[in-house]
T-cell receptor, first 112, second 113 residues
Framework: RKEVEQDPGPFNVPEGATVAFNCTYS??????FFWYRQDCRKEPKLLMS???SGNEDGRFTAQLNRASQYISLLIRDSKLSDSATYLC?????????????FGRGTSLIVHP | EPEVTQTPSHQVTQMGQEVILRCVPI?????FYWYRQILGQKVEFLVS????????KSEIFDDQFSVERPDGSNFTLKIRSTKLEDSAMYFC???????????FGPGTRLTVL
C-alpha cells in the first residue's frame, strides 16, 4: 500500500519562530511532490511544488530527499496567518497517468 | 484570478438517493479530479479525468460512482445510491498537466441521512 506519512502535530509556536515539517512516502516510483495548506473546513490550497534541488518561496523552503524518501517544509518568521494544516502530496506514476496521495496533514498553530 | 467553482456548497440527501455534484474547472485546464474528505480525515483521491475519459480511479470509486463532462465547462460526480458513509466533503480540482499542481474548488459538503 502506497502511503504518505506526516506527524499530525499540532506544532504550537510563537510568532517569529522557525518551524519544520517532514513527510515520508513509501512509493519509490513517486514522481512529483507538493505542499498544500488547508484551513479548517476549506479546500487545500497549493503552497509550493517540491523540486529535487530544493526550492524557496519567500519564508517557505521545501526540500526533497529521494534516497530517504522524504520531503520537508521549513517556515521562517512564522505569522499568525500561517496557522493551518499543511498537507504533503505525492504523485505516483502508473503507466501514463498519476495517482496523488495525500498525507493526513500537520497542524500548525502560531500564537502571539 | 480564475478559480474552480463547485455547486451546491451543501447537499443533504436521504440514504439510497442519487446525487450529482457539479464542478466548473479552470477554463484552460485539461485534467480534472474528484476527491473526498471525511470529517477529520485525510483527503482521498477518487478519480482523474482527461480527454473525456477516466485516467485513474481509486478503490473508493466503485460502481456507485460515475463522472461526466457533459459540455465544455462542467464536470460532474454522480453517486447513484448514497450510503451513510458517503457523507463527506467532495472536492473537485483541475490542472494543466497530469502530475502537476492542482487547483481545488471550495467543495460540496454531502450529508447522507
Amino acid at each position: 500500500r502506497k502511503e504518505v506519512e506526516q506527524d499530525p502535530g499540532p506544532f504550537n509556536v510563537p510568532e517569529g519562530a522557525t518551524v519544520a515539517f517532514n513527510c515520508t512516502y513509501s512509493n519509490s516510483a513517486s514522481q512529483s511532490f507538493f505542499w498544500y495548506r488547508q484551513d479548517c473546513r476549506k479546500e487545500p490550497k497549493l503552497l509550493m511544488s517540491v523540486y529535487s534541488s530544493g526550492n524557496e518561496d519567500g519564508r517557505f523552503t521545501a526540500q526533497l530527499n529521494r534516497a530517504s524518501q522524504y520531503i520537508s517544509l521549513l517556515i521562517r518568521d512564522s505569522k499568525l496567518s500561517d496557522s493551518a494544516t499543511y498537507l504533503c502530496v505525492v504523485n505516483g506514476r502508473t503507466g501514463g497517468s498519476y495517482i496523488p496521495t495525500f498525507g493526513r496533514g500537520t497542524s500548525l498553530i502560531v500564537h502571539p | 484570478e480564475p478559480e474552480v467553482t463547485q455547486t451546491p456548497s451543501h447537499q443533504v440527501t436521504q440514504m439510497g438517493q442519487e446525487v450529482i455534484l457539479r464542478c466548473v474547472p479552470i477554463s484552460n485546464h485539461l485534467y480534472f479530479y474528484w476527491y473526498r474528505q471525511i470529517l477529520g480525515q485525510k483527503v482521498e483521491f477518487l478519480v482523474s479525468f482527461y480527454n473525456n475519459e477516466i485516467s485513474e480511479k481509486s478503490e473508493i470509486f466503485d460502481d456507485q460512482f460515475s463522472v461526466e463532462r457533459p459540455d465544455g465547462s462542467n464536470f460532474t460526480l454522480k453517486i447513484r445510491s448514497t450510503k451513510l458513509e458517503d457523507s463527506a466533503m467532495y472536492f473537485c480540482a483541475s490542472g494543466t498537466q497530469g502530475g502537476t499542481e492542482q487547483f481545488f474548488g471550495p467543495g460540496t459538503r454531502l450529508t447522507v441521512l
